[in-house]
């Protein structure tokens, strides 16, 4: 089965950029979305398709896909963005999720 | 705006079979894949099935011989049924929308929690 690798926790500097990488086998041929869940919440989609972010997310949030990495880039960290975040991808038709990555924001 | 609510037991003995139901409203259920995904107690996301408005399913591998899924288009409502469940089975359930088979999920629901325990 196919499997997605994101770093358990990565930290950020108030204001400053971080990056949370989601790695898979030949991940950068198919589309990755990536969503944010903050403590008792459902997630919420913050990327979808490599790089196209929904109404209503600001655009300090990027991403990339390429090769065997896809990374969600924040620029300018703000408290409010700290969470955990989680990449998922089909795999054939099974919809498979990373392990998550909780991010800090000092 | 689309909401979506899970409505079911939050307690299921092992070896029964845990129903829920995920209510859908201010769209329609129709043209749309509906998703259920777990999580267990601080853990990360699985995804369970889909179920297309037409009937069509489709499962995870790894629950496919447990996990029957329905849908009610009159009532803009569909289910899940997990058979024989053990504390494995311990989780958050939501249920989640996306717009196309292969595609991301746009809306949740806010997930309900349903413990399998004696």
């Known amino acids: 089965s196919y499997e997605l690798t994101q770093p358990l926790s990565v930290s950020v500097a108030l204001g400053q950029t971080t990056r949370i990488t989601c790695g898979g086998n030949n991940i950068g041929s198919k589309n990755v979305h990536w969503y944010q869940q903050k403590p008792g919440q459902a997630p919420v989609l913050v990327m979808y398709r490599d790089t196209n972010r929904p109404s209503g997310i600001p655009e300090r949030f990027s991403g990339s896909n390429s090769g065997n990495t896809a990374t969600l880039t924040i620029s300018r960290a703000q408290a409010g963005d700290e969470a955990d975040y989680y990449c998922q991808v089909w795999d054939s038709s099974t919809g498979v999720f990373g392990g998550g990555t909780k991010l800090t924001v000092l | 705006q689309v909401q979506l609510q899970e409505s079911g037991p939050g307690l299921v003995k092992p070896s029964e079979t845990l129903s829920l139901t995920c209510t859908v409203s201010?769209?329609?259920?129709?043209?749309?894949?509906w998703s259920w995904i777990r999580q267990p107690p601080g853990k990360g996301l699985e995804w369970i099935g889909y179920i297309y408005y037409s009937g069509s399913t489709n499962y995870n591998p790894s629950l496919k011989s447990r996990v029957t899924m329905s849908v009610d288009t009159p009532k803009n409502q569909f289910s899940l049924k997990l058979s024989s469940v053990t504390a494995a089975d311990t989780a958050v359930y939501y249920c989640?929308?996306?717009?196309?088979?292969?595609?991301?999920?746009?809306?949740w629901g806010q997930g309900t929690l349903v413990t399998v325990s004696s």
């Open positions: 201010g769209g329609s259920i129709s043209s749309y894949y």
């Open positions: 989640a929308r996306a717009a196309a088979a292969k595609d991301y999920f746009d809306y």
